[in-house]
């Protein structure tokens, strides 16, 4: 028999000032315990805020079948704390409240909605092969979403998210200058043009492209349950010799933690390299049942672990941004996310691009809106990749549980089918 307990405690601070008025400040705190006990191949759980043994009884109660379920076994032991310059718990919840009405006045549109959250988490987990961890480590952002009318409608959402304390927002009001400098002009930008072409991608729109169309097909999850592209495609190429990805927890960005929801200490994986699929990401017992490696496990709160990814990036390649330019030459280039859709079982992608430029003999021209890019996982056999790596953080959903992450990737030049909204 395994268990293992796990044991969170996470404040959460949400002000939010709409329009000018500030919103009621939300407070969350969630304290508990998950209790998890694999036997007979069948997992029991048990949630509760109770004394171990009380709480390991309870999920032993819980297992009322068998099943194939097996975990790799490892052991973990560790301690870390992330010590912030300026906790934001620290900081006058008044300073806050100024800093999003400063905010909000150096904005030059018609509407717009600023959001600051933090949150710091503590984790202590323990099992029964002896391993023992525990990590603090807080995060804090600010989200802007301004609206504009002219010939158009049009919204534009910028953020900036870090882990860490609140000297790491000491260049939010850059995302104000970008909003003031891009959104009166989108909107009255012409329609995108329609059809198959070159397609550049600026480093935000490229990794969220890897994290969608490439990272949740990477998660063994799916693997397992048929509903991946890559399912036995480990030692084969799946793209081209100048494409590897990496997904690493490490990395100091939105997506960071010391050890996974399983106790499992953080490692860097290299998902594909120059071109072959290497690894899978894993949970315990997905790395069990396809012989990985875990340490991928997430879970939102206290809710069960689900191979999850964190800081997933693509490696950056030879081309300065001007040599991509005139290597499209004729084509567009595109800019930031406004959401989409992906199927990890055909690799296909929808995305919208939150506005973009028409290039003409290799220069950037007219801008563009509403402009939507589809296509298929294949895209990664000819691509060409820029030098500068710059990572996007946000959240991820999967399975009702939403949890932190950053993408990663250069500005990439491909071909690729481009339409309207």
């Known amino acids: 028999m395994f268990y293992d307990i796990r044991e969170v405690d996470i404040s959460s601070f949400t002000i939010t000032l709409e329009d000018g008025a500030v919103e009621k400040p939300k407070i969350v705190n969630i304290k508990s315990k998950c209790f998890r006990v694999l036997k007979n191949g069948f997992w029991g759980v048990f949630i509760g805020d109770v004394k171990d043994d009380e709480g390991l009884r309870e999920a032993e109660r819980n297992v009322v079948a068998r099943g194939d379920s097996e975990v790799e076994r490892s052991t973990s032991r560790g301690k870390y704390e992330m010590k912030p310059k300026i906790p934001p718990w620290d900081v006058d919840v008044e300073e806050k409240i100024a800093m999003l009405k400063d905010l909000h006045k150096s904005l030059k549109v018609r509407s717009a909605k600023i959001s600051y959250m933090e949150n710091i988490k503590k984790f202590y987990y323990r099992d029964s092969d002896g391993s023992e961890v525990e990590y603090t480590v807080p995060r804090l952002g600010i989200s802007i979403v301004a609206i504009e009318k002219g010939k158009t409608l049009q919204f534009l959402s910028k953020r900036l998210m870090k882990v860490g304390g609140f000297e790491k927002l000491k260049e939010v009001f850059k995302l104000t200058e970008e909003i003031n400098e891009i959104l009166p002009k989108l909107v009255d930008a012409r329609s995108p043009p329609a059809g198959e072409m070159n397609v550049l991608m600026d480093s935000k729109l490229a990794g969220v492209f890897i994290h969608e169309a490439f990272g949740h097909a990477a998660e063994a999850d799916h693997v397992l349950q048929g509903s991946s ?5 480990i ?3 799946i793209a081209g010799k100048n494409v590897t990805i990496v997904d690493d927890p490490t990395i100091e960005e939105f997506g960071f933690f010391p050890f996974d929801d399983e106790g ?8 594909v390299e120059n071109g072959i699929l290497k690894s899978y990401l894993h949970s315990r017992e997905t790395a069990k049942k396809l ?13 069960f672990p689900i191979v999850r990814m964190s800081n997933t990036f693509l490696m950056p390649g030879d081309y300065r941004f001007d040599e991509l330019l005139e290597l499209c030459r004729n084509g567009v280039y595109l800019i930031g996310s406004k959401g989409g859709e992906t199927n990890p079982a055909t690799g296909y992608f929808h995305f919208s691009a939150q506005y973009g430029y028409i290039i003409k003999n290799g220069e950037i021209s007219e801008m563009i809106r509403d402009v939507g890019l589809m296509g298929y996982l294949e895209i990664l056999n000819n691509i060409k990749i820029g030098r500068n790596l710059n990572f996007d953080p946000g959240f991820c959903g999967k399975a009702s549980q939403t949890v932190p992450v950053a993408d990663g990737s250069p500005e990439i030049l491909c071909r690729a089918k481009v339409g309207g909204e």
Request: glycine share 18%; no cysteine; hydrophobic share 30%.
């Open 229 to 233: 592209i890559l399912s036995g495609k």
């Open 235 to 237: 030692g084969e190429t």
């Open 264 to 271: 499992v200490k953080a490692e860097r994986k290299i998902l």
């Open 291 to 303: 012989k990985g490696k875990p340490g991928n496990a997430r879970s939102e709160g206290i809710d």
